[in-house]
């Protein structure tokens, strides 16, 4: 790994760390959180590996007891709690999100980013976290989806159309991502 990768890893658990002091807005169990748009700029600009080790720093830092997260908590009391779900969905989002984008590369836009973020952003960290509030806090799993997913549709949803914008001009700007190696035909 080049020294360029450690410093774009640590730049962007960075960029996640600063998303968590805006304040969260807590409407639930779950609080509604600019750190997700972090974790879709990570995988959207940094690819899959950058993006997935970006985020794992992150939560490293956290564990270790940092104070980053929006609610001000760190430690390793926080990947026990109902909210750890959609903690321990972050690296994989981002690596969903990473590797979609590699693939695009080429054909990358606004709309391909939207649709990217959406899948890793919103599905996969739904798909884990949900699942993990309901067995947490005790609670069904439509309970759950009223709680823990479904309220913040919009906002997820409008995170991922600013990381797919933002992403799209840092491609055209300074591409951090390497375009893809066509292989040659042997001859």
Do not use: C, H
């Amino acid at each position: 790994m080049k020294t360029r990768d450690l410093a774009y890893i640590a730049l962007f658990a960075a960029i996640i760390a600063v998303l968590g002091t805006l304040p969260a807005i807590n409407i639930g169990p779950v609080p509604v959180t600019a750190q997700t748009l972090g974790v879709m700029l990570a995988g959207s600009v940094l690819g899959a590996r950058r993006g997935f080790l970006a985020v794992l720093l992150f939560l490293v830092l956290v564990a270790i007891g940092l104070p980053l997260l929006s609610s001000g908590a760190g430690g390793l009391s926080v990947f026990a709690g109902a909210t750890a779900g959609y903690l321990f969905s972050w690296p994989i989002a981002a690596f969903v999100i990473g590797w979609l984008t590699e693939r695009f590369w080429s054909r990358y836009n606004v709309a391909w980013g939207f649709a990217f973020n959406v899948l890793g952003g919103m599905v996969v960290i739904y798909l884990i976290g949900v699942p993990v509030l309901a067995a947490v806090a005790n609670l069904s799993l439509r309970e759950a989806l009223a709680s823990g997913a479904w309220p913040f549709l919009p906002g997820d949803a409008a995170k991922a159309f600013i990381a797919a914008a933002i992403a799209d001009q840092v491609r055209r700007s300074y591409p951090i991502i390497e375009r893809p190696q066509r292989a040659v035909a042997a001859r």
